[in-house]
């Protein structure tokens, strides 16, 4: 790779479906997601933890499926619907992942929490009930300093007994 | 943070078109988990970046009825790899793999054709795939070339792309008919974490239990992924005893050319190239004998 220059290519309009809406966002080339999301739409739910991939806490939804926004480029996502946590409640009713959250004392700090809702929320759209291995498995790329995990994987099992969240989240 | 101006060309030939104009200055993105982290922590980067998400068909996973072995798009993510039924009958070894890498979320956007020509010599991909003596194909203004992959690694981060070729598909043999495969890693957490010492392997046995082929490649004990065919072809015609897999375990181990670094010593990789070799061709004995 070569050293990159100082020259800074233009910003682009870009097409976003964020939580359900389209709109057009001035993009620059390089920019993550993540920038787009919290500096450019100001969804500040999304949380910009180490920037490299490693700790979920940007974790968002990508036409249903989990993703680190700050490594997905914006402009490779046009067209594509995505899901932050912003999105999970409805008209002011918290799903019921985020409620077993609360209830089961699975927030400390809370800054891992959007990412371990929207990686919990994926997998329960697809899997019912899932065994504490799968739960284990889904959020391993969330990242939690707090909790040792032992309750938001209980609030995970909690939700799931109470049927999937907002299935229709995921496509 | 660098810059880059982003590209997203509606074909193959575009983009080959695109990559010949920049002459070296650009990179194709495919996920961009290597790419964003590379610009990020190092502050280095291309000046152009070429995305081929317009371009149809380049992540589909298929059986090739002609030859028996499968064929896999670079940009399948790796996500998909390990969900795909084809794979997970056909190429155990590469889906253990693709589910060692990162975390969902990274496996979600990151590549099969990213982890090769990263060219990490612990790319986790990189073993099973040699073991099954997979090509890749390289597309340039030319055409395309295909070739073998312990060809495509040339050193940490180098690979035998030109500046002006994209990575389109990797080919690769397939488990079944007295086939298996598998893949193990050592490392220091349960998860996301980059393997000290990676073993693949496929074996394919006659009608009376004898090897009649073996592949055997190591990760991260070499500048690349490392194929042992010296200690694989130790097993050819062979019945899969403990005394003769320990052979081929130390005959890996002499091929083997790690160093120390933060993750682990040269020593300790020595002796886990050993200990896992021994411990997957044994369980490809027990997965035959099923």
Known sequence: MSQGTSLRPARRLARLTVNRETQEVLVAPSESLLETLRDGLRLTGTKRGCDTGDCGACTVLVDGAPVVSCLALSLNLEGRSITTVEGLAQNGRLTPLQQAFIDSGAVQCGFCTPGMLMSATALLAEERSPSEAAIRDAIAGNLCRCTGYIKIVEAIQAAAHQGAPNASLVS | ?290
């Open chain 2, 1 to 290: 943070m660098i810059a880059f101006d982003y590209h997203a060309p509606e074909s193959l030939q575009e983009a080959v078109r695109l990559l010949d104009q920049f002459a070296g200055t650009a990179r194709v993105v495919a996920g961009g988990t290597d790419l964003m982290v590379t610009c990020r922590l190092r502050g280095l980067g291309p000046q152009h970046v070429i995305s081929l998400r317009r371009v149809e068909n380049l992540d589909v996973v298929r059986r090739d009825e002609a030859t028996g072995r499968v064929r896999i798009g670079a940009f399948a993510t790796l996500r998909q790899i390990e969900r795909s039924p084809l794979l997970r009958e056909r190429c155990a070894g590469l889906v253990e793999a693709a589910h060692k890498v990162g975390s969902i979320p990274v496996r979600n956007l990151a590549t099969i054709g990213g982890n090769l020509c990263n060219a990490s010599p612990s790319a986790e991909t990189a073993p099973p795939l040699l073991a099954a003596a997979a090509t890749v194909t390289l597309t340039g203004p030319g055409g395309q070339r295909a070739i073998p992959l312990e060809q495509f690694f040339l050193g940490p981060g180098k690979t035998a792309l030109q500046p002006n070729e994209v990575l389109t598909e990797v080919s690769l043999l397939a488990d079944g008919a007295g086939a298996a495969s598998m893949y193990e890693r050592q490392c220091i957490r349960r998860f996301k974490d980059i393997a000290l010492v990676g073993v693949g392997a496929r074996l394919a046995l006659d009608g009376a239990g004898r090897c009649q082929a073996v592949g055997l490649a190591l990760g991260a004990v070499a500048p690349t992924p490392l194929p042992v065919p010296a200690a694989a072809d130790l097993l050819l015609g062979q019945q899969l005893s403990d005394a003769r897999i320990a052979e081929v375990a130390a005959a890996a181990r002499a091929a083997a050319k790690p160093i120390t670094d933060i993750r682990a010593s040269a020593e300790y990789r020595s002796a886990m190239v050993e200990v896992l070799t021994i411990r997957v061709l044994r369980a490809l004995r027990e997965a035959l004998r099923n």
